[in-house]
C-alpha cells in the first residue's frame, strides 16, 4: 500500500485513501513520540531541504522535527540573508541545493502555486508546507487528525471554518479534506473575506458566527491574514471583532460543547479571545503536537513513493 | 502446497513451547512477552494465554511490537509497509524478554527487532521463540532459544502459518 502522489502539493490530489494512509500512519508516528526514545531509524539515508521563502514559526520547526525524529539529515534555508536577495530564481536555488545530492524539497512560498511549478522542473519528492493563499495540505492534515482523535472520525461531523476564508490556504486545504472525507463543512466569515462561489466546493456559506457556532461540533477559527488584505476589507479589527471574534460569553450561550481549533499563530482578541484560546474546549495545543506525527507520516510515505519510482 | 502441522500438532506445540519458557523462567517474575506485528501475535496471544493458565494469578507483561519503521530495507524494497500497532506499556530496562515471531527466515525481522526493543529500555537478556524455524537461509547471525518445529526449505518456498482467528483455520504449510 502507498500514496496515489510523488508529491504532496495540495489535499486536492489526494484520494480518501491517501488521507486515510497518512492518518492511520500517523497514529503510529504519534505513538513513537510519547516513548522515551522518540526516534526511529527509518530515513536515515535521506536528506530533507526546508526551503522556506516566508515566515513561519510552528510548521517550520513541526517540520525540523519530524525530520530528526525519523533520523533524516535536514538543511535549512531562508530566504532572508540567502542568494535570492542576490537574484537568483526559485528554480537556481533548487538545482544547486539538489547537485548536493538532497532527496527531498519542503516549501513554503508566498507565491501560490510555487511547488507545483517546481514539481515540473524537478525529480525530488516536494511537501508544500504552504503556498501563497492556495493550500497548506499538512495543516489541514494534522487539523483532521486532531479531529478524529477528540471526536472518533470525520465522517458526518461539523466543522464551520470561521473568518479570513478568502486568504487562508489552511481553510482551502481543509475544506478539500473535509469533504473528501464525507464531513460537512460551513464557511463563516464577513462577506467581503468569502470568496464567490465557495459553495461548489461543496460548502455551506453563513454570515452569523453565532449561527454557525451553534450547528458545528468543531469550530475552526482562522487568522486574519492582514499582510496578504491589499484593500481595506473591513473597517477595524476592533469591528471585526465585535461581529465574528469567538469569545467565552458566546460559546457559553449555545448550550453545547463544541470543540475550538486555530492553526496560529492567534491574534488575540480579534479572531479568538484568551478566555477561548485557553480554555479546555481548544485543543489548539494537541494540534500542535500532532502536527510532527503527522508530517512524519507524509515524509515516511513520500520516502518510500520516491524509491518505488526507481525500482 | 504441503501441510507441515494440523491443528492438533499445533496446539501440541504452543503448549510444549510454553512449558520450556516455564521452565526457564519459572514465576515470570522479571520476563516480558513481545510478540511482532503483524503475525506474530497470533502466537504470542496464545502462549499468553497458555501460561496465564498454567501460572493463575502472575502477572506476565505481555506487549506487542511493530519493527516497520525499522527495517533496513526501507530504501531497497519494492512495497512499502504499512506500520501496524506498537502496545509496550511498560519498561524494558532489565527485563528478561522472551521475543515471539511466527517464522524465522533470514533474521533481518528479528534484528530490527532488537533495534526497536532497546528504544523501550535496556534489557538484561533478549530471549527468541519462533513457532518453525527455517534452518540454513539465515543471513545474519542470529538463533531461536525456543524452536517449535524446524525446517529445510529453499528460497523459492514460502511457509505460512494460518490462524484460526485471522484465517479459519489453524495450520502451518509449505507452498512451492
Known amino acids: 500500500m502507498s500514496l496515489s502522489v510523488k508529491h504532496l502539493l495540495g489535499i486536492k490530489d489526494l484520494t480518501p485513501g491517501d488521507i486515510d494512509l497518512i492518518l492511520r500512519t500517523a497514529d503510529q508516528f504519534k505513538d513513537v513520540l510519547q516513548r522515551p526514545i522518540k526516534k526511529v531509524p527509518t530515513l536515515r539515508d535521506t536528506t530533507i531541504v526546508n526551503l522556506f521563502y516566508e515566515n513561519s514559526t510552528r510548521t517550520r520547526i513541526s517540520f525540523e522535527l519530524a525530520e530528526k525524529r525519523l533520523s533524516a539529515d535536514t538543511i535549512n534555508f531562508a530566504a532572508s540573508g540567502s542568494s535570492v536577495s542576490k537574484g537568483e530564481t526559485l528554480i537556481d536555488t533548487v538545482h544547486n541545493i539538489l547537485s548536493m545530492k538532497v532527496d527531498m524539497v519542503v ?101 452569523n458566527v453565532r449561527e454557525t457556532l451553534a450547528w458545528c461540533d468543531v469550530a475552526n477559527v482562522l487568522r486574519i491574514q492582514l499582510e496578504r488584505q491589499n484593500k481595506p476589507l473591513f473597517s477595524t479589527l476592533r469591528e471585526y471583532s465585535l461581529y465574528y471574534g469567538v469569545n467565552k460569553a458566546l460559546l457559553d450561550s449555545l448550550n453545547k460543547e463544541i470543540v475550538i481549533m486555530h492553526p496560529g499563530p492567534i491574534n488575540r482578541g480579534v479572531e479568538l479571545n484568551s478566555d477561548v484560546a485557553d480554555s479546555k474546549q481548544s485543543i489548539i495545543l494537541d494540534q500542535v503536537q500532532n502536527g510532527v506525527a503527522v508530517r512524519m507520516a507524509v515524509l515516511y510515505l513520500l520516502a518510500g513513493k520516491k524509491e518505488e519510482a526507481l525500482s | 502446497m504441503k501441510s507441515l502441522f494440523n491443528q492438533q500438532q499445533l496446539q501440541i506445540t504452543i503448549e510444549r513451547l510454553a512449558h520450556q519458557l516455564l521452565e526457564n523462567h519459572l514465576d515470570f517474575s522479571d520476563t516480558v512477552l513481545i510478540g511482532l506485528q503483524p503475525r506474530g501475535i497470533y502466537l504470542s496471544d496464545r502462549i499468553h494465554r497458555k501460561l496465564n493458565a498454567l501460572l493463575p494469578g502472575a502477572h506476565i507483561p505481555y506487549g506487542k511490537l511493530d519493527i516497520t519503521f525499522y527495517r533496513d530495507d526501507f530504501n531497497t524494497s519494492s512495497e512499502l509497509h504499512v506500520a501496524q500497532e506498537t502496545d509496550i506499556s511498560f519498561s524494558l530496562e532489565n527485563k528478561k524478554v522472551v521475543l515471539i515471531d511466527d517464522v524465522l527466515y533470514t533474521g533481518r525481522t528479528i534484528r530490527s527487532g532488537l533495534d526497536a526493543l532497546l ?25 531461536p532459544d525456543y524452536v517449535g518445529m524446524t525446517v529445510d526449505s529453499v528460497a523459492t518456498q514460502k511457509v505460512r502459518v494460518l490462524w484460526k482467528e485471522k484465517d479459519e483455520k489453524d495450520e502451518v504449510v509449505m507452498l512451492d
Open chain 2, 119 to 143: 528504544d523501550f529500555g535496556r534489557p538484561e537478556s533478549v530471549e527468541l521463540l519462533v513457532l518453525i524455524d527455517r534452518r540454513f537461509s539465515r543471513e545474519l547471525p542470529i538463533q
Open chain 1, 107 to 207: 516549501m513554503r512560498h508566498s507565491a501560490s502555486g510555487a511547488p507545483h511549478f517546481l514539481s515540473r522542473h524537478i525529480n525530488a519528492s516536494i511537501v508544500n508546507a504552504g503556498d501563497g493563499i492556495n493550500e497548506h495540505p499538512t495543516q489541514a492534515l494534522l487539523d483532521a487528525f486532531s479531529i478524529r482523535e477528540r471526536l472518533g472520525g470525520l465522517e458526518g461531523k461539523k466543522v464551520a471554518l470561521l473568518g479570513d476564508i478568502m486568504h487562508s490556504r489552511v481553510a482551502l486545504s481543509n475544506i478539500y479534506l473535509l469533504t473528501k472525507m464525507g464531513a460537512e463543512v460551513t464557511v463563516c466569515g464577513p462577506p467581503t473575506l468569502i470568496p464567490k462561489h465557495i459553495e461548489k466546493l461543496g460548502v455551506r456559506v453563513s454570515y
